[in-house]
């Protein structure tokens, strides 16, 4: 079994600054692609960025320039650097992984969240 722990949410004022963690542990082989989502109450879930296994990244329109996903494949994880935050951003932050596990098992994992908000 595998398990994803994000850390690094909290509160902040408009403008500021927050990175986000997402930590892979269990049963890994090795992660292929990884994400963040977003969910704020009453809409939908959203992706907001995505990275592969080979460093390659897409992000939705709205965080574009703003955000920024990186990893680090030695520890598992994931991270969502986020700047010139707006409260629009308010939401709860999820991390999926794609995990390979011994000896090759394939399989989604998602976090369970962690909340984002950015006052006005």
């Known amino acids: 079994q595998v398990q994803l722990v994000e850390s690094g949410g909290g509160l902040v004022q408009a403008g500021g600054s927050l990175r986000l963690s997402c930590a892979a542990s269990?049963?890994?082989?090795?992660?292929?692609?990884m994400g963040w989502y977003r969910q704020a109450p009453g809409k939908q879930r959203e992706s907001i960025a995505t990275?592969?296994?080979?460093?390659?990244?897409n992000y939705a329109d709205s965080v574009k320039a703003r955000f920024t996903i990186s990893r680090d494949n030695a520890k598992n994880t994931v991270y969502l650097q986020m700047n010139s935050l707006k409260p629009e951003d308010t939401a709860g932050y999820y991390c999926?992984?794609?995990?390979?596990?011994?000896?090759?098992?394939?399989?989604?994992?998602w976090g369970q969240g962690t909340q984002v908000t950015v006052s006005s």
């Open positions: 999926t992984a794609t995990v390979i596990s011994p000896p090759w098992l394939t399989k989604n994992y």
């Open positions: 269990g049963s890994i082989l090795s992660i292929a692609n």
């Open positions: 990275i592969t296994s080979g460093g390659s990244t």
